[in-house]
């Protein structure tokens, strides 16, 4: 009977300590969602200090070799100035592989900018006649690379943001919501 009791015991500690660590895994993904995102959910994240260092909002989007972002949605209150991190988490060279941070402005077609992008290698993928559909964009990265842009988030709105290495645009975008 004791062995019974110790065994049940044990199941029962190994099943609160594995429910425990599931809490604080998701505690970790919250935190990340909460870049940048309203100062109410942030004051509950262990990274505030990390993210809005000296006023200025930090945030990190990861790209991979299989085309995709980590994130779909990244937020900021608008005038806020931000740094935005481009992490490229694969292994393959930006000739083949390349990603970049490109922010558009409201009412730009991502797919007809993707397409004039495309074809134009020689400017890291950004039209020469881009003028007022970008906000912001960070230079193209490869394997293990990073790159950092710093801007001033727009008025409130929904903004598009995309890798404008030829074909990616259809994977690998997202929304830059500003509050």
Do not use: W
Not at 44 to 54: F, I, L, Y
Not at 113 to 135: K, M, Q
Not at 163 to 173: D, E, I, N, Q, Y
């Amino acid at each position: 009977m004791k062995i019974v009791k110790l065994t049940l015991s044990l199941l029962l500690a190994v099943s609160l300590v594995a429910c425990g660590g599931e809490e604080k895994k998701e505690e970790k993904k919250e935190s990340k969602v909460s870049i940048g995102s309203q100062t109410e959910q942030r004051e509950t994240s262990t990274q505030d200090n990390e993210d809005a260092m000296d006023g200025v909002v930090q945030l990190t989007l990861e790209g991979s070799d299989q085309m995709k972002f980590n994130k779909k949605t990244l937020k900021a209150k608008a005038g806020s100035e931000i740094e935005l991190t481009l992490k490229h988490v694969g292994e393959m060279s930006k000739q083949a592989m390349g990603h970049n941070f490109v922010l558009l402005n409201k009412g730009v077609d991502m797919m007809e900018f993707g397409e004039r992008a495309a074809g134009a290698s020689d400017n890291g993928y950004i039209p020469t006649d881009a003028g007022d559909d970008v906000i912001a964009h960070t230079e193209m990265i490869g394997g293990g690379e990073s790159a950092t842009v710093t801007f001033i988030a727009p008025e409130k709105g929904e903004y598009d943001f995309i890798c404008s290495f030829p074909g990616h645009v259809a994977l690998m975008k997202g929304k830059f919501i500003v509050e």
